[in-house]
């Protein structure tokens, strides 16, 4: 199949640029439509039975600000920079804490390093009914988990980020049962940042008519921000339609501490490096790193840290981690060291020498600072590399950070240390997550493989092979993990959605799976950081890594990447191409996996057994 | 020259000093479009002594019409370290090849620079141009409307073209030519190989690090040797690429074959026997060369591909081994290199037409072939077979599939017994094919220096380019430029964390740029902010021009850049628009104050003369930033820490000074509303007037100086008014400076 060029229009100027209009951008704006495609390509068969496509959503892709100049002929060997962008990224959420099952492995299992052991052999069912329970009682309330320790029981027995830092405790609250608002009125906003904000006329009465369980959802397009229900029949019709001037949200995310029906706490992450704290209902919001005054790169992945209900981290390109406070003011940021709290602290070399190698991270400002009156409320710098993606534990005590130079990195970071540095195969890694009992780490990566890290056992347990280009975005499928068998999916840039089945017997297996024994060879790799490729034909000889290291830090710590003989290649239990256009990102809930793309559709696949809604047709098998 | 000097001086009359300023000033753009430092030059400008090995040229390729092709695959083959050494040091010297201690240089003529077109005919009517003008007019030449009273535009008049830049190239020059015939080649026969090692040679043996090398007798020698690209149709790179090195190969294998004949000869009885004997012991080559000192090329480029065959009657398999040079892959849409490779690898099905003999069995059976990497080779070479015919097979088609590839790569389809088969490769070259049909295009390169990052080769034209610059080569983009071979080269791990590390620091200010570059205008009224935020970029220019090695203090993190220049807010603030380089520019401001014509036009000459100068200066910083990072030293890290200091003191004085004269020059300029025209030359050619004299802002203090002692009302026309404070200062003086300053600075620096 051939794919043509954009048609071209030979110039009058110049020998480039025949290329016309970009087709992805629209010249005019449209709205999102909804179809119900149907037919054996819309469909797809695993293990447990059918998945087939209940509705594609397509969003639309809001032309450019009518103050941008058209581009005609695009020059294509123009080095002018260009801003960052990131496909469409959903975040769902559910006021009604049943439909969210990560919270179920929290409770019940054994948590690494985790002395808590109550209840281990609890069936997973039951324990989601009973966090149902404690959620659905505690959900209307407003103050119910807050940074003092005390209550984060429901989310494990982690201590709260930051506790023990009194400058660092929220101001309590006049009135218990509200929340704090942003401080400017989005719809009434002179801000040039923000170009339009479309609000559905009727979303008063949406809001009040709809099902208690139903999913929301959050999706960034181009300069475009919209907020939907999922759960509406009319869900082409956004709730609000944020259009900013040229900035393009890059990542996004919802407290689930703080949501309730009358107010959800939404961060977004820009293009320009700047963050917007979001209500939408009562559609008011706050700038924060305005001009990017405490950091001027842009922010690649957002997330409140579990537990808050004001802190979130923010992960911005030039390889900083920086933890931000909603409510707090901007301010010129002053580097703190952390061995002195003093600006150009005095650690000197070795700090330096284990900081070029990656073994420590540096802790520009660190959260038990006692400088706490403006954001940010601390600040690490990974490396200077641009950080991709990252994620909390589900038990909340660490962080796993995925960067373009290929490395993984596991932080405990409530005490600012960095545990573990892998390697990917090769390329940068894109996206990460943790399984939903905290064992496992996946990253994927433009090695086009997803790796299996064990973080018990600080080592790579397997590589799993099925995409054809680069990795987009991996999640688990809590609905079916247990605590032998985990089924993860994953999507890519070459429009496939995989989903995977590891289990824990097969992985313990000396030589597991498709490994070729090749005793010579591989016996001679204990790894292959430390192996030159030879220089003349003659010598075939590896210099066996001397594992006696210059740096002893660097031994527990950061970890040679694997030979490919040595790790179980795991296949995939379904490859199916979903989109044409690269897939940007994925996330599985009780009913459904849910799929976006670069072109702004989003795609919801019913699990096997779930009814498509009446109207739409039927599937036969 | 010095009547216009006193002109000024004089302070006469208004139109009279409007004619002469004007004559000048267009004078002065031609000299000043001829002299622009590039992008190339200014990160090169304190790059020390130049090297022996020459991995620290950058030289443009002349192109003598469609032979890009050839250009795009030497660029990529001479920064191959490896490749580029064995060829230089290829036939070894006896000594009577160095009289005396040296290599007989290669015979490179210096083409003189070509005599610079005026762009405009010289027309003793044509109206003088304010800078504003100038900069519409520049606009305007960009979009390809001509300026009144001209013919059309040619293309290479444009400026901020390929074409023009290209022009530029060999308007500096210098041109290397390599136009004559080599007659004692190395003491080989003239070839492919000689061609390619003058040219190796000319760019090393070079004086400058800069220019344009015209390559025209190795063309003759290919074209000679190869009939298909005798005529001057458009050809593929890829085809070229492997003729080159077949030649080579050939060659040097030829030339070793000689040199043995010739001291056999030479030789006789005992001491032609040692010689044989001597000889063939040292000749075991594994690849089956039998000369010594020519299994290079192999070594280099070379790689076996196994092809296992199984008999799918018999279940007999057969291996075969194959060398290559590269591997040409088929490509499937939204794929990327490493799925390709293996596709490149699996199982092919021989069955129909198509079966195979089966020793075995005896007949054609059908069978099950693959193909798989049995030895790697240093340098990988990946054609991305972009080119396919139709069904029909009537014409070419160009694929435009988007494959990605990493900057990274190991290769999963290799043998069981090849030897490293996770060997680390790392993306040194691309070349690109820009065009959307096989038969018309054009190929560019991009090519990772030594230590220089990644820099564009278009023919004539050298642009260095940051590394994020590659992937926009997938084949998505609109202008129809995909990459078409890709370049890998072995490495290790070591090298890349090292690299990384070096990388770090620009990638920092790249992503504040991409940040900035979609960057708002704050909530402020409109104009103030404008206005105010280019004071800040214009002051900020002055800041990488004048300390660049300097700013390194600054770029460790961004906070501390906003602290130690306080009068000028975060980079991020920059209202750089984001259009490329051939279109009308248009503010960020969606909203206006009704304002009145005279202020609209003054403020729209600011801005457009702004948003020029910011994009030369965008280009200047991010080379800047590159050429500061390479050669941090912790002595020059002090040194500059003071000279921030000071310069960050005396533009704080400068600022605080050009405070007060423009409030002068406010209340002077009211009355002087009637005058559109602005005097001198434009201003963006002013500040880059600047940036080329590098800290000069002692001398430019004093030019304000003598601003205001002379009360010169006329020059404080059009923007000094509406708070615009140092950047109307700045455009002034400059305007002023470059109507006097440059003579002023060739007096002073002469």
């Known amino acids: 199949m051939f794919v043509l060029p954009p048609p071209p229009r030979y110039p009058l100027n110049g020998q480039y640029g025949a290329g016309g209009i970009n087709p992805l951008v629209p010249a005019i704006e449209t709205n999102n439509s909804l179809s119900n495609p149907t037919g ?357 005590r660490h962080l796993a950070v995925g960067s373009e130079d290929g490395t993984l990195r596991i932080i405990d970071y409530l005490k600012e240390e960095l545990l573990d540095l892998f390697y990917s195969y090769y390329g940068s890694l894109t996206c990460v997550c943790w399984s939903p009992d905290a064992k496992y780490v996946l990253t994927g990566g433009q090695d086009d493989l997803i790796s299996i890290w064990s973080v018990a056992d600080s080592a790579l347990v397997a590589r799993c092979q099925g995409h054809q280009s680069w990795v987009s975005s991996v999640a688990f499928d809590p609905w079916r993990c247990d605590d032998r068998n985990y089924r993860f999916g994953s999507v890519g840039e070459d429009g496939r959605l995989c989903l995977w089945d590891f289990n824990v017997g097969m992985l313990h297996r000396p030589r597991a799976l498709s490994v070729r024994h090749r005793g010579s060879i591989s016996s001679r790799y204990t790894a292959l950081q430390r192996a030159e490729t030879s220089t003349t034909a003659a010598s075939h000889l590896r210099s066996n890594s001397n594992l006696e290291t210059e740096d002893d830090e660097e031994d527990t710590v950061s970890h040679p990447v694997e030979p490919r003989a040595r790790i179980p290649i795991l296949p995939p239990v379904l490859n199916k191409n979903i989109d044409t256009h690269p897939a940007c990102w994925l996330d599985f809930t009780e009913d459904a996996i849910i799929t976006s793309c670069k072109s702004g559709h989003i795609r919801t696949w019913n699990r096997p057994g779930i009814e498509p809604i009446p109207g739409s047709a039927q599937k036969s098998g | 020259m010095a009547a216009f000097f006193n002109k000024i001086k004089g302070g006469s009359t208004a139109s009279g000093n409007q004619t002469a300023k004007d004559n000048a000033a267009a004078k002065k753009r031609d000299e000043q479009i001829i002299l622009e430092m590039t992008p190339l030059e200014k990160m090169l400008r304190n790059a020390g002594p130049l090297r022996e090995d020459g991995s620290d040229r950058f030289y443009g390729f002349e192109n003598f019409g469609n032979t890009c092709y050839c250009n795009s695959i030497v660029q990529a083959l001479f920064y191959s370290d490896l490749f580029r050494n064995s060829v230089i040091n290829y036939p070894s010297l006896s000594p009577s090849d160095t009289p005396d201690g040296t290599r007989p240089r290669v015979n490179v003529s210096i083409r003189p620079p070509m005599q610079p077109t005026p762009p405009n005919p010289p027309n003793g009517k044509q109206k003088g141009l304010s800078s504003s003008q100038v900069i519409k007019q520049r606009q305007a030449i960009n979009a390809g409307m001509p300026p009144p009273g001209q013919g059309p535009v040619r293309p290479e008049d444009k400026p901020d073209t390929p074409e023009y830049k290209k022009k530029q190239a060999m308007l500096k020059g210098p041109i290397l030519e390599l136009a004559q015939e080599n007659t004692n080649a190395y003491g080989m026969d003239e070839c492919t190989f000689t061609g390619l090692k003058d040219i190796f040679l000319a760019l090393i043996e070079s004086q400058t690090r800069t220019g344009v090398l015209s390559p025209q007798r190795f063309l003759e020698i290919f074209k000679r040797d190869n009939e298909m690209f005798r005529n001057s149709m458009h050809q593929d790179a890829h085809e070229f690429y492997g003729l080159v090195l077949n030649d080579v190969i050939a060659n040097v294998e030829a030339n070793a074959h000689k040199f043995k004949a010739q001291l056999e000869n030479q030789q006789n009885g005992l001491a032609q026997s040692v010689e044989n004997a001597l000889g063939s012991a040292m000749a075991k080559h594994t690849n089956g060369v039998t000369t010594p000192g020519t299994g290079w090329v192999h070594d280099i480029f070379e790689g076996v591909l196994t092809s296992e065959t199984k008999c799918l009657t018999c279940e007999t398999g057969s291996q075969r081994d194959e060398t290559f040079l590269d591997l040409s892959i088929d490509l499937e849409e939204h794929s990327s290199v490493t799925s390709c490779l293996r596709k490149f690898s699996d199982e092919e099905m021989l069955c129909e037409r198509n079966k195979f003999h089966c020793d075995h069995c005896g007949g054609l059976q059908e069978a099950e072939k693959r193909m798989k990497v049995k030895r790697l080779p240093k340098v990988l070479t990946l054609h991305l077979k972009r080119f396919k015919y139709t069904e029909d097979y009537s014409r070419l088609q160009k694929l435009f599939h988007r494959v990605v590839y990493p900057y990274h790569l190991r290769m999963f389809n290799t043998t069981d017994e090849a030897e490293d088969p996770d060997r680390l490769y790392e993306l040194y070259a691309v070349v690109v094919h820009i065009g959307g049909n096989a038969y018309h295009g054009h190929y560019v390169s991009i090519i990772k220096t030594q230590d220089r990052g990644w820099v564009l080769f278009d023919d004539e034209m050298v642009e260095p380019v940051d590394k994020h610059f590659v992937r926009n080569f997938f084949g998505e983009k609109p202008g129809m430029a995909t990459a078409y071979v890709l370049f890998y080269q072995e490495t290790t791990f070591e090298k890349v964390r090292e690299e990384q590390e070096r990388e770090g620091m620009e990638d920092i200010k790249l992503a504040s740029q991409a940040a900035s570059s979609a960057q708002e205008d704050d909530d402020k009224s409109p104009k103030a902010s404008t206005q105010l935020k280019r004071q800040a970029t214009f002051s900020q220019r002055a800041t990488v021009d004048h300390e660049e090695l300097g700013k390194l203090a600054r770029t460790n993190t961004s906070p501390e850049q906003a602290l130690s220049s306080p009068p000028i807010p975060a980079l991020a603030n920059h209202p750089i628009p984001e259009v490329p380089v051939t279109t009308t520019n248009s503010t960020s401001e969606p909203v206006e104050v009704v304002k009145s014509k005279e202020d609209k036009k003054r403020e729209k000459k600011e801005r457009e003369a702004a948003e020029k100068a910011e994009k030369q200066a965008e280009r200047a910083e991010k080379l800047a930033e590159k050429e500061r990072e390479k050669q941090a030293k912790i002595e020059e890290k002090k040194r500059q820490e003071e000279r921030i200091k000071n310069l960050q003191q005396a533009r704080k004085s400068e600022s605080d000074e050009l405070q007060k004269a423009l409030e002068e020059s406010k209340k002077l300029a009211k009355e002087e509303n009637a005058k559109k025209r602005e005097s001198g030359s434009s201003s963006p050619f002013g500040l880059l007037d600047r940036s080329k004299r590098g800290s000069k802002s002692m001398a430019k203090r004093s030019f304000s100086f003598f601003h205001r002692e002379k009360g010169d009302n006329s020059h404080f026309t059009n923007g000094e008014t509406n708070g615009e404070h140092s950047e109307g200062k700045d455009s002034l003086k400059d305007r002023l400076s470059s109507s006097l300053g440059r003579k002023k600075s060739t007096n002073i620096l002469a």
């Open chain 1, 40 to 396: 054996p390509e819309w469909q797809f068969l695993v293990g447990e039975g059918t998945y087939v496509l209940k509705e594609d959503l397509h969003l639309a892709t809001p032309p450019p600000h009518p103050s941008e100049a058209p581009i005609i002929n695009p020059n294509p060997l123009s080095t002018a920079p260009q801003p960052a962008s990131a496909g469409t990224k959903v975040s769902l959420l559910s006021l009604d804490g049943r439909s969210n099952p990560s919270m179920v492995f929290k409770n019940p299992l054994a948590f690494v390093g985790n002395g808590n052991s109550s209840s281990i052999q609890e069936h997973p069912s039951e324990s989601r009914l009973s966090a149902e329970s404690k959620f659905s009682s505690e959900d209307k309330l407003s103050t119910s988990i807050s940074d003092a320790p005390a209550t984060s029981v429901t989310l494990g027995s982690a201590p709260a980020f930051g506790e023990g830092n009194a400058f660092l405790v929220p101001v309590p609250l006049k009135d218990g049962n509200k929340r704090r608002k942003p401080k400017n009125n989005m719809t009434k906003s002179n801000s040039s940042f923000i170009s339009r904000v479309i609000v559905d006329e009727s979303l008063n009465r949406k809001l009040t008519d709809r099902p208690a369980d139903g999913l929301f959802a959050f999706a960034n397009i181009n300069r475009a921000f919209q907020w939907i229900d999922l759960s509406s029949a009319t869900k082409q019709d956004y709730l609000t339609k944020i259009l900013f001037t040229k900035a393009h949200c890059l990542c996004h995310d919802v407290n689930l501490i703080t949501r309730s029906s009358s107010h959800i706490d939404i961060i977004m992450g820009f293009s320009t490096g700047e963050i917007i704290w979001w209500e939408p209902i009562s559609q008011r919001y706050t700038r924060l790193n305005k001009n990017g005054i405490i950091n001027s790169t842009p922010v690649s992945e957002i997330t409140w840290i579990p537990g808050s209900e004001n802190l979130f981290l923010a992960a911005h390109m030039d390889g900083s981690l920086v933890v931000y406070d909603k409510e707090k003011d901007d301010a010129q940021f002053n580097p703190e060291d952390e061995a002195s709290g003093v600006p150009n602290g005095t650690d000197g070399e070795n700090d330096t020498a284990s900081k070029t190698k990656g073994t420590k991270i540096q802790v520009v400002k660190s959260v038990h600072s006692k400088n706490q009156k403006t954001n940010p409320v601390a600040a690490w710098k990974l490396s200077n590399q641009r950080i991709n993606a990252f994620a909390f534990s589900p038990d909340n």
